[in-house]
């Protein structure tokens, strides 16, 4: 009880005009930590002053996150915490995430955001649509309650375990976001080590005309039933979520779809196949390589995919190698995008996702390099190659080789004029070094 009411005397504090006055006065002043900490210290304690502060670091990043202006309705301040902000949809997403709701001004459709954290999944949703925040933490549903106020002019919220609702809590649809992180800074690895479980994700669909899960991109899709749909979503060069789509809301059941879209959220290409479980199941070893390396960041990266199987053939290095996008790898339809495309295509290594090709692979699914050369992965051999063709920029992209690129740049120290991109990778399993320029798109 004491616990509980320290954060709601905090969440007075937090949302009260004087304090975000004074956050925005020194946000426009560019004030730094001390002078910020000196000013603080003339009105509020020390611990309201560490809140205050920690807050205040938080403001520029929501404000990022989600599109808001100091301008908007509530004076661009939203209710959360670091971990909070860490978990919720940003504004790309989920204003992609809006288009695929029911249409039409229906006033009786309401919609469940269960595990709704501070509400980011709520934030976008069509204003036709009567949302509820489920949660068991206070927290989060003082967080939605006030958000979602500010965002949307509504802020309804329940508390309850939304693997047991109360019988005469009923909606239309549903949106749910299992929790992954068990405290701040706390990232799990097991990627199937959902709350609440997938399998208890299914049973609660069950209770809804449709509604959508939001997965870790790299769940294993054998786990996900075939009468659903399954949206990967990111940008240009990351992929940010797995959806999935039940009931009336999968519009095209059995199949997969790798979307991209732009800052606005508007749609800038997608790819769509139907669901092979021979694409999709790993075995064990696989799965495990492919969480672990999803994890890693780029420099400690050794694949970037370890697919089960492709719908690639092996091959000999050709003219170009091609870097699809994030969302086709993990959606695992480079292959079929790569093929209509090119009938050469093919990748170089197994696990490995570079596509050779005769001829540059389209942007924005793919990124493709003309191939100047090529050597063994040594340094004296590297060297040399570079030297030949006069290389002294370089940028260094890695899989299926571990090491650190900054230090590698460093220690072949090329000294030509020109520019160009060097592959450390594997063909047909053996390390080697490829040498190549960006093909500019045409459009």
Request: hydrophobic share 35%; net charge neutral.
């Amino acid at each position: 009880m004491l616990n509980y009411l320290c954060h709601m005397l905090l969440t007075d504090l937090l949302t009260s005009s004087a304090v975000q006055e004074f956050i925005q006065d020194a946000i426009k002043q560019k004030k730094d930590v001390l002078q910020v900490s000196s000013a603080l210290g003339k009105k509020y304690s020390f611990e309201e002053r560490a809140a205050i502060m920690d807050y205040m670091a938080l403001v520029p990043k929501f404000r990022e996150k989600f599109g808001i202006s100091y301008s908007k309705k509530g004076g661009g301040f939203l209710l959360c915490d670091k971990l909070a902000l860490e978990q919720s949809t940003a504004q790309d997403i989920g204003r992609y995430k809006a288009e695929l709701w029911p249409n039409g001004p229906d006033a009786g459709t309401t919609v469940h955001d269960l595990c709704c954290g501070m509400g980011g999944d709520s934030f976008y949703l069509p204003g036709h649509l009567h949302v509820t925040g489920v949660d068991m933490d206070t927290d989060r549903l003082a967080m939605y309650r006030y958000n979602c106020q500010a965002m949307r002019g509504e802020g309804k919220t329940l508390q309850a375990d939304v693997r047991a609702l109360p019988k005469d809590e009923k909606a239309d649809y549903f949106t749910i976001d299992p929790a992954r992180r068990a405290a701040e800074g706390e990232n799990q690895r097991d990627l199937t080590n959902l709350t609440p479980t997938f399998a208890e994700v299914l049973e609660i669909a069950k209770r809804y005309r449709g509604g959508m899960a939001k997965l870790p991109p790299g769940y294993p899709t054998g786990e996900i039933p075939k009468d659903t749909e399954i949206v990967y979503i990111g940008g240009h060069s990351d992929c940010r979520e797995c959806l999935v789509l039940f009931g009336e809301m999968a519009k095209a059941p059995g199949t997969v779809r790798a979307v991209m879209v732009d800052k606005g959220g508007k749609l800038a290409a997608q790819w769509n196949a139907e669901r092979d479980m021979a694409r999709e199941v790993r075995d064990e070893a696989e799965q495990r390589l492919f969480e672990e390396n999803f994890q890693r960041e780029g420099r400690d990266r050794v694949y970037r995919t370890a697919s089960s199987k492709s719908d690639l053939p092996i091959g000999e290095i050709s003219k170009y190698l091609s870097e699809p996008a994030a969302v086709l790898v993990r959606s695992r339809l480079f292959g079929i995008a790569a093929l209509a495309h090119d009938p050469s295509a093919h990748l170089i290594s197994e696990g490995i996702a570079y596509v050779a090709s005769e001829t540059p692979l389209p942007a924005p699914g793919f990124t493709s390099f003309e191939i100047i050369d090529r050597c063994e992965l040594s340094t004296g051999a590297v060297r040399a190659m570079l030297a030949a063709h006069g290389i002294g920029k370089l940028t260094l992209k890695l899989r299926g080789v571990k090491l650190d690129p900054d230090a590698e740049i460093r220690r072949l120290g090329a000294k030509g004029k020109e520019s160009a991109t060097l592959f450390y990778t594997r063909a047909q399993g053996e390390k080697i070094a490829i040498l190549a320029r960006h093909e500019t798109p045409n459009h």
